[in-house]
């Protein structure tokens, strides 16, 4: 007597997020595929870290054939997308000339993916986290910049510049 076994036929898989997944801050992020089978293997870029463009590799193993009767390595792309920042905002942006020193807050920082600097046209002026302290009449200019590539402005900007100006008496 002649017998045949066949190879088991699988469904091709494919990504599940093809929209792609948030930059998550550094943490591993694995390419999740449905169906999920033990009879293929996963290769290429599996877990990654940072946003970008992604080719998971997937190879049949002895005795598997893809539902549709094809064998090759089947090549599956997926994306880690930026993580979206929203602008910082200033808890003030006009104060008048007191010759004591005062505080304006930048709302809304994400200190993970946000660094913030200030600039002065006048002496006095401090930035201690996310607190300004200034102290003589004056612009003075905080500068949000985003920490690196993984991340970008919601609305678009590549970086955003709040301004306060101290009114002279």
């Known amino acids: ?36 089978s033990n009879g293929f293997t996963k290769d290429g870029d599996v877990t ?6 992604y080719t998971l590799i997937l190879t049949l193993k002895d005795n598997f054939v893809w539902s549709d009767g094809t064998f090759d390595q089947l090549k599956l792309q997926w994306k880690v997308v930026q993580r979206q920042i929203s602008l910082p905002t200033l808890s003030a942006k006009q104060l008048t000339y007191t010759g004591k020193t005062q505080t304006v807050t930048v709302n809304g920082v994400d200190g ?26 004056g612009s003075y ?16 900007y590549k970086g955003l510049v709040l301004n306060v100006a101290q009114a002279t008496n």
Do not use: M, Q
């Open 1 to 36: 007597y002649e017998f045949i076994i066949n190879r088991k036929g699988i469904e091709k898989p494919s990504v599940k997020y093809p929209e792609g997944y948030v930059y998550d801050y550094g943490k591993d992020i694995t390419v999740e595929i449905s169906p999920e």
């Open 48 to 53: 990654v870290t940072d946003a970008g463009d």
């Open 112 to 137: 993970k993916a946000v660094t913030l600097d200030v600039s002065a046209s006048a002496d006095g002026a401090s930035l201690d986290g996310t607190t300004l302290s200034v102290l003589h009449a």
């Open 141 to 156: 200019t905080v500068t949000a910049t985003l920490k690196n590539e993984n991340f970008v402005w919601a609305d678009g």
